[in-house]
């Protein structure tokens, strides 16, 4: 596996007059599990989103590196791997078309027998043929998982990795987790304990308000 880093310099987001955080510096590399704590709306969301290259902050520098080599934005996606409530899936296509979609969308190659393994891990093998439309929230949660690992990420962000989640799901997550977590970037954006103790580092956004 490739060493992925990241590197954020002084980040500082506002909507409008309002601040979300300020002067945020940190870095990651690989091989640890991150988590990024804070109150329902406090930015952990907006924070992942920045260092996802989905939206930009107002001031201060993400940079993504691999093998030392500096990532350009446009191809942070290729190595991040997403899972988030807000990420939607197609209900009219079955669940295996939905990650060959999001494949080729990425430029990657489908690889079936991972993707097979991969239903297995979060128990979804026997339902990988059937409409998205027809899953729980819990499944589709599931479902998200292999939509994000599929292409077999260097950087991965966890937003809200258990939402919908029964007991048994949030402990193939946590396994998940704790495997994708020894040789690549995981970050957790979450205000569950059980979450954040997965995590080497905490970062807490209610550190980065302006008093």
Same mark, same amino acid.
């Given at each position: 596996?490739?060493? /992925?880093?990241?590197?954020?310099?002084?980040?500082t987001?506002r909507?409008?007059?309002?601040?979300? +955080?300020e002067?945020l510096?940190?870095? *990651?590399?690989?091989?640890n599990?991150y988590?990024?704590s804070?109150?329902?709306?406090?930015?952990?969301? @907006?924070? #992942? $989103?920045?260092? =996802?290259?989905? &939206?930009?902050?107002?001031?201060g520098?993400? &940079?993504?590196?691999?093998?030392?080599? &500096?990532?350009?934005?446009?191809? #942070?996606?290729e190595h991040l791997?997403?899972?988030?409530p /807000? %990420?939607v *899936? /197609?209900?009219?296509f079955? =669940?295996?078309?939905?990650?060959k979609?999001?494949?080729?969308v990425?430029? $990657?190659t489908?690889d $079936?027998?991972?993707?097979? !393994?991969l239903?297995?891990i979060?128990?979804?093998?026997?339902r990988? $043929?059937?409409? #998205?439309? @027809?899953?729980?929230?819990? *499944?589709k949660?599931?479902?998200k998982?292999? +939509?994000?690992?599929?292409h077999?990420?260097? +950087?991965? &962000? +966890?937003?809200? =990795? @258990?939402?919908?989640l029964d007991?048994?799901g949030k402990e193939? #997550?946590?396994? %998940?987790?704790k495997v994708m977590?020894?040789?690549?970037?995981?970050?957790l =954006?979450?205000? !569950?304990?059980? !979450?954040?103790? %997965?995590?080497?580092?905490?970062?807490s956004?209610m550190?980065?308000?302006?008093k």
């Open positions: 596996m490739n060493n /992925y880093e990241l590197k954020i310099e002084s980040l987001k909507f409008g007059r309002r601040i979300i +955080f002067n510096s940190f870095e *990651m590399s690989s091989g599990i988590g990024i804070g109150p329902n709306g406090s930015g952990k969301s @907006t924070l #992942v $989103k920045i260092l =996802a290259n989905l &939206i930009s902050p107002n001031s520098k993400v &940079i993504h590196k691999v093998n030392d080599e &500096i990532i350009k934005n446009d191809f #942070v996606y791997g997403f899972v988030s /807000y %990420l *899936m /197609y209900d009219e079955t =669940a295996e078309e939905n990650i979609i999001s494949e080729s990425r430029n $990657k489908f $079936k027998e991972r993707v097979k !393994e239903f297995e979060v128990g979804l093998s026997k990988r $043929k059937d409409a #998205v439309g @027809t899953f729980s929230s819990g *499944m949660q599931r479902l998982y292999v +939509f994000a690992l599929a077999n990420p260097e +950087f991965i &962000i +966890f937003d809200e =990795a @258990t939402a919908n007991d048994e193939k #997550v946590f396994e %998940l987790i977590g020894r040789d690549r970037l995981v970050i =954006a979450s205000n !569950e304990s059980q !979450e954040l103790d %997965l995590c080497k580092e905490v970062i956004l550190e980065f308000k302006r």
